[in-house]
């Protein structure tokens, strides 16, 4: 069995002390930073995001679209310029005149179809454009407000978070100062339970806040005081007071 001397033994009442005080400070900064406006930002930054990424994608296929009018466009004109000199320089049969011909009138109707489609695409693009700007101001906007509160839970937070870290502080150059095997044990105990020691008193444990039953606490009190023991409930190391040594005492 594990034995440290009674004196190490009760320094980890002050080590729970300290536990205890970590505790309530990390409890209230989980408290302080659930700001009610929390999840309402980030889900609507969330929305404006996905609506500036539709709308940049929305304005991108636009001016894909626009470009390859453009070329086709381009590739209608020089073809109908190709044709349009051969028929200005007469190069060719009657019969091959002819066929120029009717083959630049053809490409003036397509050209001119193409433009159209083009001019409602340039539209397209303009109005897509003008959406993605809009979306990317919303989201900016939202991104601004998401700031705004993570910057007033920051605020809130500070002297909370400074507690904590000095708290933290605190434990952990008590604990350096305490048997390392106890603490070990401890650490256990705390891990298992949230309880790592707590004081027997008048046969009742304050890790569990319950009295022991006569059996357990003849068995803890007939044991040296060096032996570690625990609360046969909570788990805690059992630290036992001084002042207390029985039922029988006053």
């Not at 594990?2 to 320094?11: D, F, L």
């Not at 693009?125 to 989201?139: G, H, I, K, M």
């Not at 604990?175 to 105990?189: H, R």
């Not at 707590?198 to 005081?225: K, N, T």
Request: with cysteine.
């Amino acid at each position: 069995m594990a034995t440290a001397a009674p004196e190490e033994q009760h320094r980890l009442l002050e080590l729970a002390k300290l536990d205890s005080a970590v505790v309530s400070l990390r409890r209230q900064l989980r408290e302080a930073q659930q700001d009610p406006e929390s999840a309402r930002v980030e889900a609507a930054e969330a929305q404006a995001r996905a609506n500036a990424e539709e709308a940049r994608a929305a304005r991108d296929a636009a001016a894909a679209d626009l470009r390859a009018s453009e070329a086709a466009v381009a590739k209608v004109v020089a073809h109908r310029g190709r044709d349009q000199h051969k028929l200005d320089t007469g190069a060719g049969t009657a019969s091959d005149m002819m066929a120029l011909s009717h083959e630049v009138e053809t490409l003036t109707k397509r050209q001119a179809e193409l433009e159209d489609e083009e001019l409602a695409l340039m539209e397209r693009v303009e109005a897509a454009e003008a959406q993605a700007a809009t979306a990317e101001r919303a989201l900016e906007a939202a991104e601004a407000a998401r700031a705004a509160v993570e910057s007033r839970i920051e605020s809130a937070t500070a002297d909370v978070r400074e507690q904590l870290a000095a708290a933290e502080a605190d434990r952990a150059g008590f604990a350096a100062t305490v048997d390392t095997s106890l603490v070990t044990l401890y650490d256990k105990a705390y891990a298992r339970r949230g309880i790592g020691a707590a004081r027997l008193f008048h046969g009742v444990s304050e890790g569990s806040g319950m009295q022991l039953s006569p059996g357990d606490l003849a068995e803890i009190l007939a044991a040296p005081a060096e032996r570690v023991v625990y609360c046969p409930d909570s788990g805690a190391i059992l630290v036992r007071d001084p002042e207390w040594t029985g039922p029988a005492a006053k």
